[in-house]
C-alpha cells in the first residue's frame, strides 16, 4: 500500500498546526511551537557539560517529569511535594533563572503512581497571554503571565497505578485535553477564556482503566496533536487500543485505527508523528508500531493501514520526523533508531551509552537532541545511513523530561535543577 503516498507527503507537518497567539521564537506547549518536535532558529548549542555552557541552572523541590515550556521572557515547569499533595506551577526569569511566581493546588489525597513517574508530570501550554496546567485529579487550572488565577476546572479523578502524564494543547480559543488514564478516559474542548466545557467525547474501555478485561496493563498518556487533513483540522490523538481523529469543532470521532493493542497491554505513551497525508504510532511496552494514511470516516484500520510490525523496543517519548524518515530514542533497550515512515523499515538502531530514554527528541538548527534518564544529551545528525554522533553532554542528574528550544537556547529539566543552556560567547 506504500506507493499509494506521494514523495510529497514527505514534506514536514507545517507550522499551521499550532495556531496561537504565542511569540516568535516561545517554546509554549509540548514539543514545541508546532507540537511535532521541531523548533524554530538557526543556532543552539551542540556541547555542553555540568560546569559548561550552563547560562543558569536553579533547584527544583523534587522530582518531576514535567517539560518546561519557555513564552514572554519566562520559563514554566510543573513540580509536585509531599506525595503528591503539593501540585504547583513555577514560573522563572528566562534569563536570569529567578523564581518570579509559584501557583500551588493543595489535594488532600496520595494517589498511586509508578516510582519513575512521580507526580507534576503534565507540561504546561501557554499563548503567550494565558498559561493553562493540568494537575490531574487535582484539576486544570488557568493563570495569566503574572499568576493571576483566572479560572480552574475540576475534570475528575484520574487515577492509575502509573499515575498520570498528559499534557494540554491550545487550538486558537480552546483547551485540547486528554484526560486519562483511569476508569474513565475521555478527550475535551475547555474554552480558553472561561473555563466552560465546549465538549467532552468518552473513550470506551474494558477493564478498570489500569489492567483490561484480559488482566494486562492499560492506559494512554498521549498528548493530543493537530493536523489538516483533507482541508479541515483534526484533533489526532493514541487511546490505548486506537489511534482517533477528532473534529474541533464538536469533539466527534470522525476516523479510528485500531492496532495499539499489543500483547503485553494496552499502552500508548507517545503522540503520533504525523506528516502531510499518513501517520506513523509506536505503542509502549515494547508493544506494535504501525503506519497509517491519514483521513477517511469509520473504522479504518483495513483502507487506510500502511504497515504494522508486532513487537518494537519500548517506546516512551516521541520521536521525530525528517523528510521520510523518522528519528527515535527507545526506553528499552537503550538505543537510537532511524525508521522508514511509510514502510517501517529499519534502517538503523544503535546502542548508546548512559542509559534508557523516557524524553522526546527533538530537531533543531539541523541536529537531534535526545535526552537520556541519566541526563545526557546525545546530539545526533539526520543521517538515514548511520549513527553519527555529534556530542554527548553530561549533566550528572537524572531526567525524564523533553528540552525547550527557544532563541538559542535549551532549557532542561532534571531531577533536581531547571538549566538554561548557551553558548556564553555569543552573548
Not at 513517574?117 to 493540568?134: D, F, K, M
Not at 470506551?204 to 483540522?233: C, F, I, L
Request: aromatic content about 10%; charged content about 20%.
Amino acid at each position: 500500500m506504500t506507493d499509494r503516498i506521494s514523495l510529497r507527503a514527505f514534506a514536514l507537518f507545517g507550522a499551521m498546526a499550532f495556531a496561537t497567539h504565542a511569540g516568535a521564537g516561545d517554546w509554549p506547549q509540548f514539543r514545541g511551537p508546532h507540537g511535532n518536535g521541531h523548533a524554530d532558529g538557526e543556532v543552539f548549542p551542540a556541547e555542553w557539560g555540568s560546569d559548561d555552557s550552563i547560562k543558569w541552572k536553579t533547584p527544583l523541590p523534587e522530582p518531576g517529569n514535567g517539560s518546561p515550556i519557555v513564552s514572554a521572557g519566562r520559563v514554566f515547569v510543573t513540580c509536585t511535594e509531599n506525595q503528591g499533595r503539593t501540585r504547583s506551577l513555577f514560573c522563572f526569569d528566562r534569563g536570569t533563572g529567578r523564581q518570579l511566581w509559584v501557583r500551588t493546588v493543595e489535594f488532600d489525597k496520595v494517589e498511586k503512581t509508578h516510582k519513575t513517574n512521580p507526580h507534576g508530570s503534565s507540561t504546561p501550554a501557554t499563548n503567550g497571554q494565558r498559561i493553562v496546567v493540568w494537575h490531574g485529579s487535582a484539576g486544570l487550572y488557568c493563570y495569566d503571565l503574572s499568576g493571576q488565577e483566572l479560572w480552574s476546572r475540576d475534570l475528575g479523578a484520574f487515577q492509575h497505578i502509573w499515575g498520570y502524564g498528559t499534557s494540554p494543547i491550545l487550538l486558537e480559543d480552546r483547551v485540547i485535553m486528554h484526560c486519562g488514564p483511569g476508569p474513565r478516559v475521555f478527550l475535551a474542548a475547555v474554552d480558553l477564556q472561561t473555563g466552560r466545557t465546549l465538549w467532552e467525547t468518552d473513550e470506551p474501555q474494558k477493564g478498570d482503566g489500569s489492567y483490561n478485561e484480559n488482566k494486562k496493563y492499560m492506559g494512554s498518556w498521549a498528548t493530543p496533536v493537530v493536523a489538516h487533513v483533507g482541508g479541515k483540522r483534526q484533533i489526532i490523538c493514541a487511546m490505548a487500543t486506537r489511534v482517533n481523529a477528532y473534529d474541533p469543532e464538536t469533539g466527534e470521532i470522525v476516523w479510528t485505527d485500531d492496532g495499539v493493542r499489543g500483547p503485553r497491554g494496552d499502552l500508548a505513551y507517545s503522540c503520533p508523528i504525523l506528516g502531510n497525508d499518513f501517520g506513523v504510532y509506536f505503542a509502549g511496552f515494547t508493544g506494535p508500531a504501525f503506519g497509517f494514511r491519514l483521513g477517511g470516516s469509520g473504522n479504518v484500520t483495513d483502507t487506510h493501514r500502511l504497515w504494522r510490525i508486532e513487537r518494537n523496543p519500548q517506546n516512551i517519548g516521541t520521536g521525530v520526523l525528517i523528510g521520510p524518515h523518522v528519528y527515535k530514542a527507545n526506553a528499552g533497550p537503550g538505543t537510537l533508531q532511524c525508521v522508514v515512515a511509510v514502510t517501517g523499515e529499519e534502517t538503523w538502531q544503535e546502542r548508546v551509552p548512559d542509559g534508557n530514554h523516557w524524553g522526546s527528541v527533538i530537531y533543531a538548527a539541523g541536529r537531534l537532541y535526545a535526552t537520556n534518564q541519566k541526563g545526557a544529551t546525545h546530539v545526533f545528525l539526520p543521517n538515514p545511513e548511520r549513527l553519527e554522533i555529534v556530542a554527548t553532554n553530561e549533566l550528572g542528574e537524572s531526567s525524564n523530561s523533553t528540552p525547550a528550544f527557544s532563541e538559542g537556547e535549551i532549557f532542561i529539566r532534571t531531577f533536581e535543577h531547571l538549566y538554561c543552556i548557551a553558548d556564553q560567547s555569543r552573548e
